[in-house]
C-alpha cells in the first residue's frame, strides 16, 4: 500500500474517533449551545427507544431544545440546559457518556423508569451537579467513585436498583452532601467511617443490602442529622455514642441486622426522635429507664420485638404520651405490665392494610394481674395477651373497651369467673380464654354479643350446664370449643339454631341425657366432638343431614342401637370415632366402613360384621377359629401379592433411572443459545393456557417445543409487574448459574428482553420434567381426561427422599458459596420420566457467604435477617423469630416433606390445629404406632405380632418377615423426618449425615427386593 492512501486510513480513522469520543465524554470547555442540543440528541438515541419522548423533535433548530418536555435552561446563559427532569417516562436502555456533556447541569432527576448498565463514569466531570436521583431502575455495576469530583452534589439517590459493590469511600469527600440513599441494592462490604464526618448530611438510607460491619462511630456528627435507616443488612456491634446523642435524629431505623449489647438509654431520653425501630437484633439487658417526669418526647413508635431483652418492663413508658406503636414481642420479658401503659391516650399498632388498633403483648413471660386502667385504650380493637403468667381475674373494666373485636387472654394463669361486662363487647368477634383455670357458670350474658364468630373456652374449669341462650347465637360459625371443663346437664334443644356453626367441640365434660335431634339441623357442621361424656341413647336419625361433616367423634360414652347405615354415604367424612360405647348389631358393610383406617368402632362388646377384615364377630355365627383361618390366609395372600407388586415397583424404578443416567452421558437436549421473544411467543402458542403447566407468585410455566430441539422444555415467564419479581430472576440466574447437579433443575438458557410492546420481558428455559411436581402425586387428581394418576408407591416415596437429600447435600456441603434453598416443598420438586427427583424453584434461594465449612455454620458475613423465608407448613420455626437464613432452615423443610410423604397429610391440613401439627402427629403415634397413620395409597399393610398358633409355613414366615422389613425401612424413614423437624435448629442433623441415612434405607429396601 502507497503512503497516501494510509495517511487518508488514519486520518479517517482519527476523525470517526473524535467525532465518537465528542458524543462520549464532556468537553474540558464549558461548551456551548450547540454542545447541548447535539448532548440530547445523543440521550434521545439512547433512552428512547420506545418513544416516550415525542416533544424532543430533531429539526436542527438549536433554539428550540429549551422548550422540550422535561429540559430546563438557564436564565443567565442563553440556550444551555441546566437540569433534565424525565421521571417515570419507560426510559429504557443505557445511560450514555455523552449526558457529561451537558457541562451546565445541576440537577438530574430520571427516577421510576427502565435504565439499565452502569452509571458512566464520566458523571464526575458535572462540575456544577448538586442534585441526582437514578431512583427505581434497573441500573447495575458499581457506584463510580467519580461522583466524589462533583464537589456541589448535596443529594444522591441511586435507591431501588442492582447495584453492586462497595459503597465508594471518597463519596465522604462531597462536603455538601446532604442525602445520600443508596437502599435496595445488593451493596456489600462496610459503611465507611468517613461519611459519619460529613457536617451537612441529613438523610443516609442504606437499608435493604448486605452490608457488614459495625456502625460507623463517627454517624451523628452533623448537627443536621434527621433520618438513618440501616434495616435489612449484616451489621453488628452497638449503637455509637453519637448517634445516640444526636440532638437533631428523628428516625432511627436499624431493624433486621445483628447488632447487639445494650440499648443505649439516650435513645430513650431524646427530645427529637419519633420513630426508634431495633427490631430482629440481639440487643441484650433491660429497656432503658425514662427520667422522671419527661413527657417531652414526641417518641411515636417503638419497635424493640425479637430481641434477647429481660427484665422488668419500665412504668416510665407511660410518659411516652405521643407514643402509638409499642412492639416488645419475642423477648424475655418478666414481671407485671405497668398500669401506665393502659393509660397511654394514644397507644394503637396501626395496621396500613386494615387500619387496626391493636396492642401486641403475647408470648412472653410477663406476670400479675391485668390493670383495670386498660380501660383508658378506648381505640383499641384487637388485644392479645396469650401466652403469658398472667394470674388474677379478668377486670371488670374489658368491657369498657367497646370497639374490642378480637380478644386473646389465653394460656394463662387466670383465675376466677368471667366479668358480666364482656356482655358490653357488642363489637367482639372472637373471644379466647382457654387454658386457664377459669370456673363457675358459663355467663348467659355472652348471648348478648351478637357479632361473636368464634368461643373458646376449653381446658378450664367452668361448671354448670351449658346457657341455652349461648346456643342462640347465629353468628357462631367459625367455632365453639367448650371442652375439657366440668359441665353437666343434658344438651339443650336450641343447639339446632347453631345453622352456621363449622367446629363444635364440647368433648370431656359430664354432660348426660341424650343427644338432642335438633343438632342434626346445624347442617353445615364439619367437626363433632364429643366423647368423654355421659351420652346415653341412639345417634340420633337427623344425623343424616350433616352431609358434610369431615370429623365425627362421639366415642367414650354410653350409647347404644345401631350403628346407621346412612354413614355409608357421607363421602366427605374422614374420621368417624364410635369406639367405648354400647352399639350393637351388624357395622355397615359399605362406603367408610371398608377403610380401617377411616373408621373407630373397638370398645363396642354387641357389634358384629359380615365379613372377618374388620376383626368382630361374624354375623351369620360363623367361629371365632375358621373367622382367624381365613384371615390368615388372607394376610398371607395380601403379603405375597403386596411382596411381588413392590420388587417389580421398585426394580422399574431402578432399571429406568440406571437407563437415565446413561443417557444424561448423552445428553439429546443441546445447549440452546441466544432466544428471542419471538422464539418462545411460536414454542407456546403465543403463551395460550393449553400449554400453561403451572403459575405462582413471581412466575408463570408454559411448556414448549423449540424449532432447533427434539423435546420439549418448559419455559418460566417472570410477572415483572409483581414486586420482588426481578430479584427472584437474579436469585434464580445467581443460583443455578454455577450449579450442576443431576438432581437440580437443569436450566438450559435465559431470555431477558422486551416484548412487542417494549416491556421488560425475562424468562428461564429449562429442562421439562414430564411427571411434574412431586404435590401432585402425593395428592393425585386426573394427569387426563381418562388416565388418572397411578399412587405413589413406597419405593418411588424413598427413592425421592434420597434423591432431595443428595440434592441438598450438594448445595449446602459442594457449593462455594453454599447454597440455602429457602423454599423447600413438595410443589417445587419435579419427577423426570424415570420418577427421579430433581429441586427446583430458586426463588428465594441465599447464598451463605461467610460460612465455615467446618463449623457447619454461617459466619458473620452470612445472609442477613430476611423474615420468614419460604412457604407456610415447610418454613422452619426459627426463620419466624427473625433467625438468620441457614442450612438447618432446609432440613426442617425436607423433615416436613419425609411426614407427609409417609401420612399423605399436608403440614397445613385443617386437623392440625390447636397446639397439633403434622409434627406432633407423627411423634405421638412413633414408633408402636405408626402403622395407623400411614398414607393408605402406598399399599403398606402392618401386622402385629401373631401368636405362634397362626404360624404357617416356612413361605409364610419369609413373607412375614418381608413386612417386618418394610415396616423396618418405614421405622427409620419416620425417625429420619422427625429428626429433621426438631423445632430446634441445633438438634437437627447435618444434610450430609441425612444423605447417608436415607441412602442405607434405600439400599436395605433394595435388599428386602432381591
Known sequence: MSPAPLIIIVLSSLLTCSLLGASATALHDHGDASTDFQALRCLKLHLSTSGFLPSWKIDGSLQKFCTWSGVTCSKRHTSRVVALDLESLYLDGQMPPCIANLTLLTRIHLPNNQLRGPIPTELGQLNMLRYLNLSSNNLSGMIPSTLSSCSQLRVIDLGSNSFSGEIPPNLSQCPNMQQLKLDYNMLIGGIPEGLGILRNLSVLHLAGNTLTGNIPRSLGTSPALHSVNLTDNSLIGPIPSLLANSSSLQFLVLTKNQLGGEIPSALFNSTSLKI?????????????????????????????????????????????????????????????????????????????????????????????????????????????????LLTGSIPKSLGNLEDLIELSLSQNKL??????????????????????????????????????????????????????????????????????????????????????????????????????????????????????????????????????????????????????????SFSSMKLLNLSFNNLEGPVPPGGMFQNGSEVFIQGNKKLCANTPLLELPLCNGVKYKQKMHISKILKIVAITALSLVLSSCFGVIIFKRRKKIEQAAHPSIKELKKLTYADLVKATNGFSLTNLVGSGKYGSVYKGRIDSEDHIVAIKVFKLGQLGATKSFLAECEALRNTRHRNLVRVITVCSTSDTTGNEFKALILEFMENGDLESWLYPTLLHKNHPKRPLCLGSRIVVAVDIATALDYLHNHCMPPVVHCDLKPRNILLDDVMGAHVGDFGLAKFLHGYSSSSGTAGSTSTSLVGPRGSVGYIAPEYGYGSKISTEGDVYSYGIIILEMLTGKRPTDEMFKDGLSLYKFVEDSFPEKIGEILDPRMIIPYYGNQDEEEAGSSSDQENHQMAAGIMGCITALTKLGLLCAAETPKDRPAMQDVCVTATAIKEAFSALQA
Open 276 to 388: 426508634l425501630s431495633l427490631g430482629v437484633n440481639n440487643f441484650i439487658g433491660s429497656i432503658p429507664t425514662v427520667f422522671p417526669n419527661f413527657d417531652d418526647s414526641p417518641l411515636q413508635h417503638l419497635v424493640l420485638a425479637s430481641n434477647n431483652l429481660a427484665g422488668a418492663i419500665p412504668s416510665t413508658l407511660g410518659n411516652f404520651s405521643s407514643l402509638r406503636w409499642l412492639l416488645l414481642s419475642q423477648n424475655n420479658f418478666q414481671g407485671s405490665i405497668p398500669a401506665s401503659i393502659g393509660k397511654l391516650p394514644n397507644l394503637q399498632l396501626l395496621d396500613l392494610s386494615y387500619n387496626l388498633e391493636v396492642l401486641l403483648l403475647r408470648t412472653n413471660k410477663i406476670s400479675g394481674t391485668i390493670p383495670k386502667e386498660i380501660e383508658h385504650l378506648t381505640n383499641i380493637k384487637r388485644l392479645y395477651m396469650e401466652n403469658n
Open 415 to 568: 383465675s376466677g369467673q368471667i366479668p358480666l361486662s364482656i356482655g358490653s363487647l357488642s363489637q367482639l368477634s372472637e373471644l379466647y380464654l382457654q387454658e386457664n383455670n377459669l370456673s363457675g357458670p358459663i355467663p348467659r350474658i355472652l348471648a348478648d354479643c351478637k357479632n361473636l364468630e368464634i368461643l373458646n373456652l376449653s381446658s378450664n374449669r367452668f361448671d354448670d350446664s351449658i346457657p341455652k341462650e349461648l346456643l342462640t347465637l347465629s353468628s357462631l360459625s367459625k367455632g365453639l370449643d367448650l371442652s375439657h371443663n366440668k359441665l353437666s346437664g343434658q344438651i339443650p334443644h336450641e343447639i339446632g339454631s347453631l345453622l352456621n356453626l363449622g367446629p363444635l367441640n364440647i368433648s370431656n365434660n359430664q354432660l348426660s341425657g341424650e343427644i338432642p335431634s335438633t343438632l342434626g339441623e346445624c347442617v353445615h357442621l364439619e367437626s363433632l366432638h364429643m366423647e368423654g361424656n355421659n351420652f346415653h341413647g341412639r345417634i340420633p336419625q337427623n344425623f343424616l343431614n350433616l352431609r358434610g361433616i369431615i370429623v365425627m367423634d362421639l366415642s367414650r360414652n354410653n350409647l347404644s342401637g345401631e350403628i346407621p347405615n346412612f354413614f355409608e
